[in-house]
């Protein structure tokens, strides 16, 4: 099995990682409805998990994969609170337009 | 009486100005004013009789017993010793009589003259601490408590010309006073900082003493006179600081009669005869004091002769004796200088009392052009205030007489006996002014009292102008004018006795009085053996001086009286015709030579331009920067401010571009 494995590239793993960051970090600040952001900030764990279990492979380590289930768990957890958020701020505004909330101005 | 009661005649005012601080302030106690000053000051007059058997007049050529009361440690630093201790010798005798004695009088009247006023407490309180700070003045040991006395007397002044203080005319008087009177005090100020250099003690016995034996004066012991002479000035109202004391006339006529005549403008000449071994101690300074004093007389004299406001021709006969006292001074005559405070204390508060009482009863009116022939409904006053003007013209055998006669002689003897012209000019000066002040004296006496009855009353109300429509207050005060009450005439008589004895009486006991008062060099023991002695080596139209001189100034005082009888009485429109004849003199006598317009345009404006320019460097430059310190902040705060848009993902991508930095930062470092 480890044979196989050593074929594995650790950069491939990484770059796509970093993709995956970098495309959930421009989504959530290009996009404006708080839904799609959140689903960017998604993405952006997603990316980071990606990293945390090629690097666990590649130093035959279990803590990243341990690591990979906190984080999993905890965008879980998240998910049910920024949900619970928009929906809150849905109620005030019947908008999922984050330009709506700009009273912190200036 | 033991001389440590002499501790009550100072304080015993001071606790009535507290007690008629209190008077202002709770409503029912106002009438209750009057009566504690005028028995705190009754209450030093008799202690000071009391504390007079004590002190023993001088002997021929020796010095009188000098008493010191120390009362309280007051400045203790280092060598600098100023304590609250008073001397008490004959010449503050002499000084405390004229004060409390005067000061009493005048209180009398004022209870009577200030009722109904809304400041009446306030008034007293004003007369009791003014009282305080006098005999502080020339009850003091030493030369700080002397200022402090000087200063406090300027202040009250100063509160009591302001008395009527929502008139714009008094309030600038009593600016003008108190920053006339703190000119001529800066010097005085000099003067005692130059004399604690000098001889190293501010107390007076201490200078005296020294200054008596100092063989060659240096630089500094010469300019000790010229700066305390500047002090002298300002508070006596000689040239040039005599402008304020005519505009001193907007307060109440008792005011004007206690402090303006009687008592404070004579703390200048109190002091130059105190100090006059210090005055010796440069050749120049006592001729000073005599040409300025003989100078100031006539000056003044000569506007007298066209005012036409009751008080302002009294307070120009103010300047006028009061020049006559320091040339008096100048002579060496201190003997003669404080018999004329003395006598002159007396006339003068006797008829700026008596025009009190003609303007009380004309409601506010002043103006002499519009007074006539009171005599008909005011005899009493009219006969007071004649006896008064007779005084003040020195006709022969009343106080004034007497008193100015001596001056006169004193400088003619020193003129002639001692080969110093300038002394002869100086008398024949003196007796031209006697002619002008005989002359604008009577003026004034024949033009209110004689000649047919006509008078215009004015419309003040207790020193206010009443509203033309307040229809009752002016139906009450315009009626016919009455004499005053018995209350307010008592003093007046008292006075007048005062104006016409005090001559006779008093010169033989100021004379023993004075003299020996001045411990000082040999040049004022000999000059006063002189003195004492009635008979000179010098001889004037054959005749022995002082005779010549009383018989040249009665001449004068009656040439005088009759020249403004015929003039002022008989042939009234005589007058006229020789002011028409010579308008610009009498422009020029009735405007006050301009001095005060001088001044306003030499001194005054240039000194307020700039202060608004100060004013003005101050609000831009130092506020301006003061102000930039306190904008910037908000400076950095607007700059940044346009950072925060409110919006979520700006936020963001702050602090996306955050970790970027920091993390291009390590990777570069590594």
């Not at chain 1, 049910?80 to 958020?85: E, G, H, P, S, T």
């Not at chain 2, 015993?12 to 008629?20: N, S, T, V």
């Not at chain 2, 005692?192 to 200054?211: C, E, N, P, R």
């Not at chain 2, 007046?492 to 033989?508: C, P």
Request: hydrophobic share 55%; glycine share 10%; charged share 10%.
């Amino acid at each position: 099995m480890n044979s196989s494995a050593d074929s594995l590239i650790l950069g491939h793993f990484l770059l796509t990682s970093s993709v995956l960051f970098v495309l959930g970090l421009v989504g959530f600040l290009m996009r404006r409805n708080l839904i799609i952001m959140f689903l960017c900030t998604e993405l952006m764990f997603q990316g980071v998990v990606l990293a945390l279990v090629a690097f666990a492979r590649f130093h035959h380590n279990d803590t990243g994969q341990t690591f990979v289930i906190f984080v999993l768990t905890i965008a879980a957890a998240e998910a049910a609170l920024a949900l619970a958020l928009v929906m809150l701020l849905y109620r005030r505004k019947p908008t999922l337009d984050t330009s709506a909330w700009s009273q912190m101005k200036g | 009486m033991d001389l440590q009661f002499a501790i009550l005649i100072p304080w015993l005012p001071a606790l009535a100005a507290a007690l008629c601080g209190v008077c202002c302030v709770k409503r029912g106690l106002r009438k209750l004013a009057a009566p504690t000053c005028i028995l705190s000051i009754l209450g030093g007059f008799l202690v000071t009789l009391g504390i007079s058997g004590r002190v023993g007049p001088a002997g021929e050529g020796h010095a009188a017993a000098q008493h010191v009361i120390e009362a309280f440690r007051w400045i203790g630093v280092g060598a600098l010793q100023a304590n609250m201790s008073y001397l008490i010798d004959p010449l503050t005798i002499v000084m405390l009589v004229v004060v409390t004695g005067i000061g009493t009088l005048v209180a009398i009247y004022a209870a009577g003259y200030m009722a109904g006023d809304r400041g009446y407490a306030r008034f007293f309180t004003g007369v009791s601490l003014f009282i305080f700070a006098m005999t502080t003045l020339v009850m003091a040991d030493n030369l700080v408590l002397l200022y402090l006395g000087w200063e406090g007397v300027g202040l009250c002044s100063y509160l009591l010309i302001g008395f009527y203080y929502q008139k714009p005319s008094a309030v600038a008087a009593a600016k003008k006073a108190f920053i006339v009177n703190r000119i001529g005090d800066l010097g005085f100020a000099l003067g005692i900082f130059l004399i604690y250099q000098t001889f190293g003690t501010v107390s007076m016995a201490d200078v005296l003493a020294q200054a008596g034996q100092v063989e060659h004066p240096t630089a500094a012991h010469q300019w000790i006179p010229f700066l305390l002479m500047a002090g002298a000035f300002g508070k006596s109202a000689q040239l040039p600081l005599y402008v304020w004391l005519p505009d001193a006339m907007e307060g109440p006529s008792p005011v004007s009669a206690l402090i303006h005549a009687a008592t404070m403008v004579t703390a200048g000449v109190y002091m130059i005869v105190r100090l006059l071994p210090v005055f010796e101690l440069s050749t120049y300074a006592l001729p000073t004091v005599a040409i300025v004093g003989a100078v100031t007389a006539l000056f003044a004299a000569t506007i007298a002769l066209c005012q036409n406001d009751l008080k302002r021709v009294f307070a120009y006969s103010t300047i006028s004796q009061l020049g006559y006292m320091f040339l008096g001074v100048g002579v060496l005559s201190s003997m003669g200088a404080i018999f004329h405070l003395f006598t002159h204390a007396f006339f003068k508060a006797l008829l700026f009392l008596t025009a009190g009482s003609v303007m009380h009863a004309l409601a506010g009116q002043l103006d002499m052009r519009k007074i006539s022939g009171l005599r008909t409904k005011m005899p009493i006053t009219c006969w007071l205030m004649f006896i008064g003007c007779l005084a003040l013209g020195g006709f022969p055998y009343t106080a004034g007489f007497f008193s100015k006669d001596t001056i006169l002689a004193e400088t003619m003897v020193v003129g002639l006996g001692g080969h110093a012209p300038l002394y002869t000019i100086l008398a024949v000066v003196g007796l031209i002014t006697a002619l002008l002040t005989a002359f604008y004296t009577f003026r004034l006496w024949f033009r209110v009292f004689l000649g047919p009855t006509e008078y215009e009353t004015a419309n003040e109300h207790h020193g206010y102008p009443v509203p033309a429509h307040n229809g009752d207050i002016q139906v009450q005060h315009v009626h016919e004018p009455h004499e005053v009450s018995w209350l307010m005439n008592a003093p007046l008589v008292v006075l007048a006795a005062g104006a016409l004895l005090a001559g006779v009486v008093g010169e033989h006991w100021i004379a023993s009085m004075t003299p020996g008062s001045v411990p000082g060099s040999a040049a004022t023991a000999a000059h006063g053996a002189e003195a004492g002695l009635h008979d000179s080596a010098a001889t004037l139209f054959g005749m022995n001086v002082h005779a010549a001189m009383m018989l040249i100034s009665s001449v004068v005082a009656i040439v005088g009286i009759g020249a403004a009888g015929y003039y002022h009485w008989l042939n009234r429109p005589a007058a006229e015709d020789v002011a028409r004849r010579y308008p610009a003199v009498v422009h020029l006598l009735a405007n006050k030579y301009y001095v005060d317009e001088i001044y306003d345009r030499l001194i005054v404006t240039p000194l307020r331009t700039v202060g608004e320019l100060c004013y003005a460097l101050d609000r831009l430059m130092i506020d301006g920067l003061v102000a930039l310190v306190g904008f910037l902040p908000r400076l950095v705060g607007l700059a940044v401010q346009p950072a925060q848009r409110g919006v979520l993902q700006g936020y963001g991508l702050g602090m996306a571009i955050g970790v970027a930095i920091i993390i291009l930062v390590i990777v570069a470092v590594t």
